[in-house]
């Protein structure tokens, strides 16, 4: 069926949910990293990039927080543009782990394969894939200048989120040396967390995280900069892994409830695509036990039920300008 939402019924839906949960009090920071404990839990904000670039925005949009595992979209993409999806899914994998984001038995168990780019082991694999191998500096501005072209903006460090995590990482220090004894990490493993945990620590606004979404839901077409950042023929790859995984063991229970898949992170903020219609992002500190934002999922998880979307559905989505009269 042919679905065409108005940008005046998208407003009306963001405003309603942000209205509707706004006061919400459940979840947690994340506090296994020191910086993040520490966030406003108040913090709350939506917005949604259309396909001409427009951004509906509803809150503290403009708030820069952590992006943690959001970004292993923006390097699983880089490493799928630069060695191609076969050999991603030979080097790394593309499978859903059911397991937490931080898991060492995921890795025990699948021994053969980091499962995914979006779970910790797979997105330190990730990183030290990225080229050129062995150049840390070269590696880096080519982490940060991917994340860059898909957000249409820079994302600075946030240094004291980089020292906080940098002191904490001992789960994933393990995990890049465990990798290493499967010979499933093909840069050094130090250097290649240390990239890792920099990409968790760039700070990235609601905004700018809804323009990432647009730029995969635009299929490799930034909606704002119009710059083509990957080519189309990834948009299938890179949904089918946050449709897999993005929620970690939840994730299932996610796509089923609210039909679009999605990519969270412990900083609070949230990524989801609805291919061909709209990028939508939602941030809010307080994490549920999986590590994903409460006010964000329910934000979102509203938004798609309010305007009867579903990835699944079959439906082809046009956003309209207004209501068109038919007579
Ligand atoms: N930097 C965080 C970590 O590695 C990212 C986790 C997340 O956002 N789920 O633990």
């Not at 679905?3 to 296994?32: C, D, M, P, Q, W």
């Not at 990225?130 to 072209?149: A, F, M, S, T, Y």
Request: net charge negative.
């Amino acid at each position: 069926m042919e679905r065409r939402i108005t940008k005046e019924e998208l407003r009306a839906a963001v405003n309603e949910a942000y209205e509707r949960f706004r006061n919400e009090k459940s979840g947690r920071n994340a506090h296994y990293i020191p910086y993040l404990a520490h966030i406003d839990s108040e913090l709350f904000a939506i917005a949604v990039c259309l396909p001409d670039g427009e951004i509906i925005e509803a809150g503290d949009s403009s708030y820069r927080f952590g992006i943690e595992s959001v970004s292993k979209v923006a390097t699983a993409l880089l490493v799928l543009k630069d060695y191609g999806a076969n050999t991603i899914m030979d080097m790394i994998g593309a499978d859903a782990t059911g397991l937490p984001f931080n898991s060492i038995m995921a890795l025990l168990l699948e021994k053969d394969h980091p499962s995914t780019p979006l779970v910790n082991a797979g997105a330190i694999a990730a990183v030290s894939m990225v080229r050129p191998v062995g150049d840390e500096r070269l590696k880096w501005e080519n982490i940060q200048h991917n994340i860059d072209e898909l957000c249409g903006s820079h994302l600075p460090l946030i240094d004291e989120l980089y020292k906080s995590e940098s002191v904490s990482n001992h789960n994933n220090r393990a995990i890049a040396w465990l990798l290493k004894s499967y010979n499933r990490i093909y840069d050094e493993p130090e250097m290649s967390l240390d990239l890792y945990t920099r990409q968790c620590s760039l700070g990235v606004t609601t905004s700018q995280l809804a323009v990432f979404a647009g730029t995969i839901a635009g299929s490799g077409v930034n909606p704002v900069t119009k710059r083509e950042v990957f080519p189309r023929q990834l948009t299938n790859k890179i949904v089918s892994m946050i449709a897999t995984v993005g929620f970690y063991e939840k994730t299932g229970d996610w796509l089923f409830s609210t039909g679009i898949p999605a990519k969270t992170g412990v900083g609070g903020g949230i990524l989801g695509v609805l291919p061909g219609a709209f990028g939508i992002a939602a941030f809010s500190p307080p994490i549920d036990a999986a590590g994903n934002s409460v006010r964000a999922q329910k934000a979102i998880a509203h938004i798609m039920k309010r305007l009867g979307l579903n990835v699944f559905s079959g439906d082809r989505v046009t956003i309209a300008e207004k209501q068109t009269v038919e007579c």
